[in-house]
């Protein structure tokens, strides 16, 4: 039944998003992220009715790979990481568009093939000549991609048809190298048809963030300084760096985390509303409230650095950080960092953010606590509230995805004990559908053109400016800290929080 309004009934937001005619070019993807995330996750969509019926999938690496060889691979991929059930119809239909280009990044030859591949599959598949190009490569090689998608003129948008670039993190590894790497992107791209990856932007817990705070009347009154303690915001992995000791070492933890994931959380968390729910209003939003994060003055107590040292993780032995293969043995590299943010506006005035990441340490868990002040008066008697902690929100990102409101309740009994109890809502329980997973949603909306879901070059930019002060201290000052493997993270970090009177949570 069509309602009184066409307006809305043209935009309504219920309705599936279904790509229209389009393709996806995958650079670099015999890599990890492409064959554990982006193949599922093109599978995925196409199972759920969401790809058009000619969709088609470029590969393009080193490997001396023939057509049939790359859909070999896509199959496994899909087989083994996909996140819906196989369906023999949807893979005969999408692997009829799967094409692989062999070469270098630097090989104009290959590019001249992805060129004709292009053009092929506009007249097999009917793609439009509407395609993104995905450059799931190591960083070092994102200018070099971009430039040869210049020089073979593979940007250039014609008659009506789009070209996108998708971009994975990280996006430079300073201020500076994060300017050069907009600027030499922008020389190809229009900001329009730019989509940075911030996989946690996919996430539905994350976007909750918004619906939480916006759809609803109870959480927006008290989401201010006047209500607000302080606002923790942690992603802490029990693993350690892994096989990828050649991407971390030098990197570390603020520059993998903080400066894209945390912060943009932080953004979401403290904006303001914005005037709608696109793409525009949102990264301004974001971009002021950003633009208002103040580093403390004092970084020796308002910012903690450090490194695992070996311990004991889920039941094993875990070798410390400089004991891992592939790493310098004198690194100075963080697999910890913890940060206290401040936010100069009305809203926030004194109210610190903490922010912290690490790896091994006690759980895989990734969640934002909104810590309330206690109450300003309390006519219990002192001994009946020991045990009553700060009313707190938490919303749980992963794994566990959720929102629990903690706060006190009377123990049953006939004396009167005010105790800490939580209200629980799990995803898991209040909806029967399953989340997508992130990358899922993101191609989706790269192939859609809705960019409400990725950062745009003036957060990355002031991003990188909180964060590159923070790195030039710690490059000057000393060395890291160290934690044992499985615990919680350095005393440093606690001694950070008690100096304030606060402490961490332990989720
Ligand atoms: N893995 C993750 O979970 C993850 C998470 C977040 C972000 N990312 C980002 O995603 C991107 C890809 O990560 P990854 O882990 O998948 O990397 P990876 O496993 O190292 O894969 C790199 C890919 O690039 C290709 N390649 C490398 N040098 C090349 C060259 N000169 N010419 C042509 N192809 C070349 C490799 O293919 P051949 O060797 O076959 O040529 C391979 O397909 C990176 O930017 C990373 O920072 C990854």
């Known amino acids: 039944m069509s309602s009184s309004n066409p307006l809305r009934d043209a935009q309504d937001r219920r309705l599936p998003r279904i790509a229209g005619p389009s393709g996806l070019v995958i650079f670099g993807v015999t890599g990890d992220l ?298 100075t590299t963080d697999t910890y960092a913890a940060v206290k943010l401040e936010i100069d506006n009305r809203r926030w005035a004194g109210v610190p953010f903490y922010l912290r990441t690490g790896k091994r340490l006690g759980r895989r868990v990734t969640e934002i606590a909104v810590v309330f002040q206690r109450a300003p008066h309390s006519p219990f008697d002192h001994t009946a509230t020991e045990e009553l902690g700060q009313n707190a929100l938490v919303i749980r990102v992963q794994p566990d995805e959720g929102v629990t409101l903690r706060f006190g309740s009377k123990v049953p009994g006939t004396s009167l004990e005010v105790r800490d109890v939580s209200m629980d809502f799990a995803y898991g329980e209040s909806f029967t559908e399953s989340s997508p997973e992130a990358y899922e949603r993101l191609i989706l909306d790269v192939l859609l053109g809705d960019a409400n879901l990725f950062p745009r070059t003036e957060e990355v930019e002031l991003s990188w400016k909180i964060l590159d002060p923070i790195e030039q201290f710690w490059a000057k000052h000393g060395k890291p800290a160290q934690y044992e493997s499985g615990t919680w993270g350095p005393v440093e970090a606690d001694d950070m929080l008690a100096r304030d009177g606060r402490s961490w949570r332990r989720p």
């Open 34 to 331: 492409s064959r554990k995330k982006l193949m599922p996750a093109v599978y995925d969509l196409a199972n759920r009715g969401l790809l058009p019926p000619g969709f088609s999938l470029i590969g393009f690496a080193r490997r001396e790979w023939e057509d049939e060889d790359f859909a070999d691979e896509v199959y496994r991929a899909v087989k083994e990481h996909s996140r819906t059930p196989f369906r023999d119809e949807v893979w005969q239909q999408l692997s009829q568009g799967m094409r692989f280009v062999q070469g270098d990044f630097d090989d104009d030859e290959a590019f001249e093939t992805l060129k004709k591949t292009m053009q092929e599959l506009d007249a097999a598949q009917g793609t439009g000549s509407n395609f993104a190009f995905y450059l799931s490569v190591p960083p070092k090689f994102f200018p070099l991609v971009v430039q040869q998608l210049k020089k073979h003129n593979l940007a250039d948008q014609k008659d009506g048809s789009w070209r996108r670039a998708v971009i994975e993190k990280p996006f430079g590894h300073d201020l500076a190298s994060a300017k050069d790497l907009n600027e030499i992107v922008h020389e190809v791209f229009a900001p329009d048809q730019v989509f940075r990856i911030d996989h946690y932007l996919g996430k539905e817990t994350v976007q909750n963030i918004l619906a939480l705070r916006f759809a609803n009347t109870l959480f927006e009154p008290v989401w201010n300084r006047s209500y607000v303690d302080h606002v923790q915001i942690t992603m802490a992995e029990d693993i350690g760096i892994g096989g990828r000791a050649g991407y971390y070492d030098g990197i570390g933890a603020a520059r993998d985390v903080i400066q894209n994931h945390l912060l943009q959380l932080l953004a979401l968390t403290a904006m303001e509303e914005p005037a709608a729910f696109d793409a525009n209003a949102l990264a301004a939003e974001k971009t002021k409230v950003l633009g208002a994060v103040r580093l403390p003055k004092d970084l020796a107590k308002s910012t903690v650095r450090a490194q695992y040292a070996a311990g004991w993780q889920g039941g094993a032995k875990a070798v410390g950080y400089l004991e891992e293969e592939g790493i310098d043995p004198k690194s």
